[in-house]
C-alpha cells in the first residue's frame, strides 16, 4: 500500500498541516472498520506452485506482504516515501535549526497509520531527531513485550489486528550497511519473556551472529514503521559519508494513555477538574480519582493487604509497573494474591467476594436511599421500555448518581471508593495506578423493571470502540476495566438482576445473539446469587454480561462504578469533540 508522493510547496514541511480529527475519520468510514482481512492465501490446499509475491487487492489497505512482514517482525520500511525536493526542504529546515514537522502528516504514513493503529489514532510524540552517539557511547535496547504495556501493545486477534503504538522513523539521509544508528531486535514485540539484560547491554553475540540484531539499511526518503513494543536502541554512527539523519515521530490509539499526561486530563494542566464534592475525600481517594497525579506522571499506587491501604513510593517504577501476580514473591505487608481467587477470576471473567459490608454500613447506605426515594426517577424510567424475552422484557432502569447527595449523606457510599477490599484485588486484575471518575451510581430497580442486553465478549476486538481485551501472562492478569457492584439487597434465584456468561472473555466467537434471556440455551448463562453486603468484580469489556428484569416487592439494590487500567486515556479525553491535536 503506497501511493507516489506530490511535490508540496516550500513551506510544507514547517508545520504540521490541519488534519480531519479521529471523529471526523470514523464519521466518514461510518460502517467500515479497519481490520486484518487478508484478500489471498498462499497455501490454499492442493497449491504446491511457488508464487513470488502476494498481490493487494484491497486499494489503500496494506499488502497481505507487508500485514505479514510486521506481523512477525514488528516493523516494515516503505521506501522511497520522500521525493527529492521533499527531502532537500527538510535538510534545509534542519541546517536552519527548525523541524521539518510536516512529516508528522504525511498522506503516505497515515495510511499506514489508519492500518496499525486504527482510525482512531493521535500524535503521541511530536517530530525529533535521533540522538547521534560518538564512538564510545551506547544506548541499550529498551521494548519488548514483557512486562506486558498493554498501552502500546499489539493485539491480533481473529479479523482484528491493531498495534496501540506505532514509531515513524524517517530517513533524511543514508543509512548503509554497519553505519549505526538504530538497531531493532525483531519480533521482540510479541514476545512472551523479558529481554534478558546481556542482550539489551550488547554483551550477546550469538542473536548478531544469526542475523537477529539489525541495523536497518535505509536510503533517504524512506519511512520505517516499527511497534513501539519492539526492542531498540542506538549504536555509535560511524559512517564517515554523512552525519546520521534520522527523524523520529509516534502514533498511538486515542484509547491509549499518552506519554505525555498533561495532554490526558479532563481540564488543562494534566490533573482532573477538582469539584465541590471532592473536598472531602482523603488521600486515597484522591489517588484513586487521579487528582494526585502531576502533569510529568502517575501518583504512586495505592496498595493493601486487603484491610488497610498506604501508598507505596518505592513501586512508582515507568518501566516496571506495580503489577502483583500469582507467582510473586510476597511483599512485607501487603496481602499476596490468593490463587483460589486468581483462579476463579482467570475461568469465570467475574468474582463475588462475600461479606465485605458490615451490617451497620448496609443498614446506613440503605437508609440514605429510603430518605432519597423522591429523588430516584421511576417516572420517568416508566415511560421506557426494554423489550426482549420474557426474563428481559420491563421498564427503564431507574439510577440516582451518589455525587447527587449531601455531603453527609455521600459518606458511606465514599466508604466504597477506595476500600482495601477492593483496593487489594483491583491491583491484581486491572495492575497497580488504576483509576476511575467517580463515585459512581445507585441502581434501585422495582418489581416489573427490565434488565439489559447482554454486551461485552472476548472477540471481536474493535481498534476503533475499546480495547478491553483480558489477557493472562505470566502470573498476571491484563484488561482494560473493571465494574464492581456494591449489593445492598440480597440477589435470590427468583428476583433477577446481574446475568454473566462465564469464560466469554476467553471467547474468540462473536457473540451472537444479545438477549438476555437466552432463548436459544446455548450461551450457558449464569445469574450468580449474592446477599447483601458481597462485592462483585465483572470485565467490563471483555466479560459478557447483562440482567434479567427485576420480580421482587424489594428494591434491587446496588451501587455501580467502574475502575480503569492506567493503561487507557480518560474516557472524557476520548469523548472530547476538539483534540488537541489533529494528527
Same mark, same amino acid.
Request: hydrophobic share 35%; proline share 7%; aromatic share 8%.
Given at each position: ?329 510476597? !511483599?512485607? %505487608? *501487603? ?6 481467587? &486468581? ?7 467475574? =468474582? $463475588?467476594? /462475600? ?46 448518581? !451518589?455525587? %447527587? *447527595? ?6 458511606? &457510599? ?7 477490599? =477492593? $483496593?487489594? /484485588? ?158
Amino acid at each position: 500500500m503506497r501511493s507516489e508522493p506530490k511535490s508540496q510547496n516550500s513551506s510544507s514541511m514547517e508545520k504540521i498541516p490541519k488534519t480531519p480529527t479521529y471523529q471526523q475519520r470514523l464519521k466518514a468510514a461510518q460502517e467500515r472498520w479497519v481490520h486484518l482481512k487478508p484478500p489471498w492465501h498462499p497455501h490454499l490446499p492442493g497449491q504446491e506452485v511457488a508464487v513470488p509475491e502476494a498481490k493487494n487487492i484491497a486499494g489503500d489497505n496494506m499488502s497481505p506482504e507487508e500485514n505479514y512482514g510486521f506481523e512477525v517482525k514488528g516493523f516494515l520500511i516503505v521506501r522511497s516515501v520522500l521525493n527529492k525536493s521533499e527531502l532537500m526542504e527538510c535538510n534545509d529546515l534542519i541546517d536552519q535549526g527548525k523541524m521539518p514537522l510536516g512529516l508528522c502528516a504525511n498522506p503516505i504514513l497515515l495510511r499506514y497509520i489508519e492500518q496499525l493503529c486504527g482510525l482512531a489514532y493521535r500524535l503521541d510524540k511530536p517530530l525529533t531527531m535521533l540522538e547521534q552517539l560518538e564512538i564510545n557511547e551506547f544506548r541499550p535496547l529498551k521494548g519488548g513485550d514483557e512486562p506486558r504495556n498493554p498501552s502500546r501493545g499489539y493485539f491480533h486477534q481473529g479479523t482484528s489486528r491493531f498495534c496501540q503504538g506505532v514509531r515513524a522513523i524517517w530517513a533524511l539521509a543514508d543509512v548503509p550497511n554497519q553505519a549505526g544508528g538504530l538497531v531493532l531486535l525483531p519480533c521482540s514485540h510479541t514476545v512472551n519473556v523479558p529481554v534478558p539484560d546481556c542482550i539489551r547491554n550488547g554483551e550477546d553475540a550469538y542473536l548478531e551472529s544469526i542475523g537477529m540484531s539489525l541495523q536497518p539499511v535505509l536510503q533517504a526518503g524512506d519511512l520505517l514503521l516499527h511497534a513501539s513494543t519492539i526492542a531498540h536502541g542506538l549504536q555509535p554512527w560511524i559512517h564517515k559519508g554523512n552525519q546520521q539523519r534520522l527523524a523520529s515521530c509516534e502514533f498511538i490509539s486515542v484509547y491509549a494513555r499518552p506519554s505525555d499526561f498533561s495532554s490526558d486530563a479532563v481540564t488543562e494542566g494534566g490533573r482532573v477538574k477538582e469539584l465541590p464534592w471532592m473536598k472531602q475525600l482523603n488521600l486515597e481517594e484522591r489517588v484513586i480519582l487521579g487528582l494526585s497525579d502531576t502533569n510529568k506522571d502517575l501518583a504512586p499506587p495505592l496498595l493493601s493487604n486487603g484491610h488497610r491501604n498506604r501508598i507505596g513510593t518505592k513501586f512508582q517504577k515507568r518501566d516496571k509497573p506495580y503489577h502483583p501476580g500469582i507467582y510473586e514473591e510476597k !511483599i512485607a %505487608d *501487603l496481602e499476596e494474591v490468593d490463587p483460589l481467587e &486468581f483462579f476463579y477470576w482467570e475461568l469465570t471473567g467475574f =468474582l $463475588v467476594v /462475600r461479606k465485605v459490608m458490615d451490617p451497620d454500613w448496609l443498614a446506613e447506605s440503605n437508609d440514605i436511599i429510603n430518605a432519597n426515594q423522591n429523588r430516584i426517577d421511576y417516572e420517568g424510567a416508566a415511560q421506557h421500555q426494554i423489550d426482549g424475552s420474557s426474563k428481559m422484557r420491563g421498564t427503564g432502569r431507574p439510577s440516582l448518581s !451518589i455525587t %447527587d *447527595l449531601s455531603d453527609e449523606e455521600r459518606k458511606p &457510599f465514599q466508604r466504597m471508593l477506595a476500600h482495601p477490599a =477492593l $483496593v487489594h /484485588r483491583l491491583n491484581w486484575m486491572l495492575g497497580g495506578h488504576f483509576r476511575t471518575e467517580g463515585l459512581g451510581s445507585i441502581i434501585a430497580t422495582r418489581r416489573g423493571g427490565g434488565g439489559q442486553i447482554l454486551h461485552g465478549n472476548g472477540a471481536p476486538i474493535y481498534p476503533n470502540i475499546n480495547w478491553w481485551p483480558y489477557l493472562y501472562r505470566n502470573g498476571r492478569c491484563h484488561t482494560g476495566q473493571v465494574n464492581v457492584a456494591w449489593q445492598l439487597h440480597d440477589v435470590t434465584q427468583e428476583e433477577g438482576g446481574f446475568v454473566v456468561v462465564p469464560g466469554s472473555h476467553h471467547a474468540r466467537f462473536p457473540l451472537p445473539s444479545n438477549d438476555s434471556g437466552d432463548p436459544a440455551g446455548h450461551k450457558g448463562l449464569v445469574h450468580p446469587l449474592m446477599q447483601a453486603g458481597d462485592l462483585l468484580f465483572f470485565m467490563g469489556g471483555a466479560t459478557t454480561h447483562g440482567a434479567w428484569s427485576w420480580n421482587s416487592d424489594v428494591d434491587r439494590r446496588c451501587v455501580l462504578n467502574a475502575y480503569w487500567s492506567k493503561d487507557i486515556a480518560r474516557l472524557s479525553w476520548v469523548n472530547k469533540t476538539n483534540a488537541t491535536n489533529n494528527v
